[in-house]
């Protein structure tokens, strides 16, 4: 299994000199086994991947299945530009999400639809498919998905993807506090391989003015990494307004506390 992050930023793309080492597109992780790709969420970072796709693929069909999340704008703004939606017809695509508060397919009509995007999902010749994921376990290929809901404004699904060759946790846009949510993320994590969390705050600008906004901060991912039993932790979302000094600092309180850390950056591969 390989795990490889193509965009880790919270909120907002931040495409400034001095984010660059850590990346600044929204959020994307590409997980692939064997033949078979797994993609967590489509922020625009899923650009990037969708080249790599395509050069990869020498003219063959691309399939995948992609899990969104939720429909804020960091984790769908990429799917518009994701290349191998328009061109082989013979390309495949089974999106997974849930559609408590809309259907993916009728947010991504309504993304593209005039005057916000000048060409609308006509255009894409690939094959989609659209899946109702709600919370719950469900077998994939040869993997088992479970899907989670998680502490976010208008809602969130965390999911863990459980393999032969390991277990990677994707749980992102979620805030502690609640006790049915703080369960929900632990039950999700517990015994994980590697588990990419949510931790776009500091601890103490978490306390001092970001109450109740859906975001976690690296102190609780720590908790949840220790408490879940959980092996390796990969701080994700990172703030936009955090430089890559700000996240190196996170990571090294961060392994005063737990010593198989990282933060999330564009580029980073994890191999079990
Ligand atoms: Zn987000
Ligand atoms: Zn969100």
């Keep these: 299994m390989r ?3 193509w965009g880790v930023r919270g909120s907002t793309p931040t495409p400034q000199p001095d984010n660059l080492r850590y990346g600044g597109n929204t959020s994307c992780v590409e997980v692939r086994l064997g033949e078979n790709r797994y993609i967590f969420d489509c922020g625009t970072g899923l650009r990037a991947l969708g080249q790599q796709l395509q050069r990869d693929s020498e003219g063959k069909a691309i399939r995948a299945h992609i899990f969104v999340s939720h429909f804020h704008w960091d984790h769908i703004q990429g799917i518009p530009f994701f290349g191998p939606l328009y061109e082989n017809p013979e390309n495949c695509f089974s999106f997974h999400s849930s559609s408590r508060t809309r259907t993916l397919k009728r947010v991504m009509e309504e993304q593209m639809a005039a005057p916000y995007f000048p060409v609308d999902m006509s255009e894409m010749k690939a094959q989609r498919g659209f899946y109702n994921l709600e919370q719950g376990r469900v077998p994939l290929d040869d993997v088992m998905v479970e899907a989670m809901w998680l502490n976010h404004p208008q809602g969130c699904m965390g999911y863990r993807l459980e393999t032969k060759e390991g277990v990677v946790v994707y749980a992102t846009d979620n805030e502690p506090g ?8 632990r039950k999700l994590a517990a015994g994980a391989d590697v588990l990419i969390y949510d931790a776009q705050y500091l601890p103490e600008e978490y306390e001092a003015r970001k109450r ?8 609780e991912a720590i908790n949840v990494v220790v408490e879940s039993g959980a092996k390796e932790l990969i701080l994700f979302h990172h ?6 000094a700000c996240i190196d600092r996170v990571v090294a309180d961060a392994r005063n ?3 198989k850390v990282q933060a999330a950056a564009e580029g980073l591969e994890i191999k079990l």
């Excluded at 609640?178 to 993320?185: E, H, I, L, S, W």
């Excluded at 109740?212 to 102190?219: C, D, L, M, P, Y």
């Design 3 to 5: 795990i490889k992050f």
């Design 178 to 185: 609640d006790p049915v949510f703080d369960k929900n993320v």
């Design 212 to 219: 109740g906004w859906g975001h976690s901060h690296w102190r």
């Design 239 to 244: 703030d936009p307004d955090h430089d890559d």
């Design 257 to 259: 506390y737990y010593p």
